[in-house]
Nanobody, 116 residues
Framework: QVQLVESGGGSVQPGGSLRLSCAAS????????MAWYRQAPGKQRELVASITSGGTPTYVEFVKGRFTISRDNARNTVYLQMNSLKPEDTAVYYC??????????WGQGTQVTVSS
C-alpha cells in the first residue's frame, strides 16, 4: 500500500508564493510519474503539472512561468513551487503518483487560498 502525505498549503495574498511537498511511503512500488492536481469549489479536478521519473516536467497553460514541479527520487517526494499566485489558484491541491504497474494513488489534499 502506498501513502502520500502533502504539506505546505495555506493562505497567501495575491502575488505571493507557496511551496507544496508530497512524500510517498510504502513498500513494493516503483514510481513512474508524479503530478499535482487541483480542485476548486464547484469545479472538476484538473491537472496542474506532472513530472516523469527522469525529471521531465509538463505544465498546463495557466501555470506556465509561475509554477515549478520537481522531485527527489531518493526521498520519493515531489514539490510544487507556486509563485505569483492569483485568486483563481485557490483550490485544494492533490498529489498523485502512478507506478510502473499502472496503479494510481492520491494524497488527502492541501488547501491553498489566495486572497487579499
Amino acid at each position: 500500500q502506498v501513502q502520500l502525505v502533502e504539506s505546505g498549503g495555506g493562505s497567501v495574498q495575491p502575488g505571493g508564493s507557496l511551496r507544496l511537498s508530497c512524500a510517498a511511503s510504502g513498500t513494493g512500488f516503483s514510481i513512474a510519474n508524479m503530478a499535482w492536481y487541483r480542485q476548486a469549489p464547484g469545479k472538476q479536478r484538473e491537472l496542474v503539472a506532472s513530472i516523469t521519473s527522469g525529471g521531465t516536467p509538463t505544465y498546463v497553460e495557466f501555470v506556465k512561468g509561475r509554477f515549478t514541479i520537481s522531485r527527489d527520487n531518493a526521498r520519493n517526494t515531489v514539490y510544487l513551487q507556486m509563485n505569483s499566485l492569483k485568486p483563481e489558484d485557490t483550490a485544494v491541491y492533490y498529489c498523485s503518483l502512478r507506478t510502473y504497474s499502472l496503479s494510481r494513488y492520491w494524497g488527502q489534499g492541501t488547501q491553498v487560498t489566495v486572497s487579499s
